[in-house]
């Protein structure tokens, strides 16, 4: 069984110095690494390159740049994915801004010894905002369970809006209830868990299911959208609570939460779940599409966009929106004033909802 390990980036320099740290370090140092640049500015090429001629990495370090675009990470993946060595059978795939423990690449390789055709996954418990010098010092010493200590106990997040307000997580691993089989047995992949970080696939099952899907981009929700894809396929996976990974803080770019929205806005389109639609902020235009099962209709005269419930409504400044949300123009119904008085009110979309992105 031959190991690769792809890690699509952009602009985390600091944060993957870190994560090939701890890859420099592990127990079985037999396997490739591919980072896929989806357009750094900061100097990741050249420190990656300059890490490849380090003796303990032997050349087993590549840098794949992935063009001037950017913030594709579904596609920057597939790159690193087509780029590693003809005969990897194993891809670990990991994202810039973790850190694994020491044995984490020989775990893997025995389970995946014992478990050929399933998905391996591991936590991903998250780190509170700390300096880099204080991570570096616990890794320079081997205290990197030292160093899991310092995460809180308790999960936390803040979901991502439209708007400029950061997400905010930290905490152990969300994931265990998920599973099935959360004591390490194989089970059904579950179709809304992350499965592509800190995680190990058979290379031939990815590129059975097409890869990452490329028509997201930005922040978020291309991992959820390849796990449905691969529930959906029938695959299995083991969740391994033994062969946890840590996240590193580090904020989010601006516009990340408007790009979290459009892509789940995708992500609902091409997988109904309606668990995951409690987190459409619905400010945001393409909540409303026909797609989701959203209408267009007019009062007085005024032009609305009406969530599948009923239950939110948004502003259209013109007729040209009904085409935007994939409705037919030209029977646009009416309703009263006391009908659409029953949806909560989200504003204009012009306003709210810029035409780019």
Known sequence: MDIGVVIPTKDRLENLELLLASLRRQTRPDFAIVVADDGSTDGTREMVESQSRDPVLNGRLRWVGCGPLGNMRARARNIGLANLPAETS?????????????????????????FPDVVILGPVERLPPLPKADVSACLAAGQIEALRERVPPEYQARLPTGGDEPAIEVGPDYRPGMFLAADGKPGPMVRFGPA???????????????????????????????????????????????????????????????????????????????????????????????????SVVRCLDSLWAVSRSGEHRLGLPGPEWAGRLGHCGHEIPVVSPEVLAAALDHGSAEAGSPLGG
């Open 90 to 114: 194993v891809v670990v795939m990991l994202d810039s801004d973790l850190i694994l423990q020491d044995t984490a690449i020989e775990m893997y390789a025995g389970l995946h010894k014992r």
């Open 196 to 294: 592509v970080n800190n995680a190990a696939w058979p290379l031939a099952a990815v590129w059975s299911l097409g890869g990452m899907d490329e028509r997201m981009h930005g922040w978020g929700h291309e991992d959820l959208e390849f796990a449905a894809r691969a529930a959906q396929a029938g695959l299995h996976c083991s969740y391994q609570p033994g062969l946890w990974a840590l996240h590193v803080w580090h904020p989010q770019p601006p516009r990340s939460g408007y790009e979290w929205q459009r892509n789940l806005d995708y992500y609902l389109r091409r997988h109904a779940d309606p668990e995951m639609e409690l987190g459409s902020d619905w400010s945001l235009w393409f909540h409303y599409h026909a797609e989701r099962g959203g």
